[in-house]
Nanobody
Framework: QVQLVESGGGLVQPGGSLRLSCAAS????????FGWFRQAPGKEREVVSYISDTSDRTYYAPSVEGRSTVSRDNAKNTVYLQMDSLKPEDTAVYYC????????????????????WGQGTHVSVSS
């Protein structure tokens, strides 16, 4: 059974930090790149970050560049997203996704590039 389980979300004040975790099981995660996406109410799902299978490539959406760090620990079957200096506009459900990148046909920023998805963890940034 393939499973991705996000955790670490919650309520945080503006300027605060959270570390989101994505626990993977049921597939060889060291052969997959991982993306983080988020979706706010009434809006489309948007990409946040990506990390390649060997961690040699990481990417960030402009909205979180400089405030976020994506990492992975394959031995622990876990991918992380550290978010600092959080803003109210970061409020969303955050999703972890795993996929085999296949060159230009599987770009990191498109949901269709990913094979597996978690159920999400909610992040609320508010005073």
């Amino acid at each position: 059974q393939v499973q991705l389980v996000e955790s670490g979300g919650g309520l945080v004040q503006p300027g605060g930090s959270l570390r989101l975790s994505c626990a993977a099981s049921g597939f060889p995660m060291d052969s997959y790149g991982f993306g983080w996406f988020r979706q706010a109410p009434g809006k489309e799902r948007e990409v946040v970050s990506y990390i390649s299978d060997t961690s040699d490539r990481t990417y960030y959406a402009p909205s979180v560049e400089g405030r976020s760090t994506v990492s992975r620990d394959n031995a622990k079957n876990t991918v992380y997203l550290q978010m600092d200096s959080l803003k109210p506009e970061d409020t969303a459900v955050y999703y972890c996704a795993a996929g085999r990148r296949e060159g230009v046909l599987r770009p990191w920023f498109l949901p269709r590039s990913y094979d597996y998805w978690g159920q999400g963890t909610h992040v609320s940034v508010s005073s």
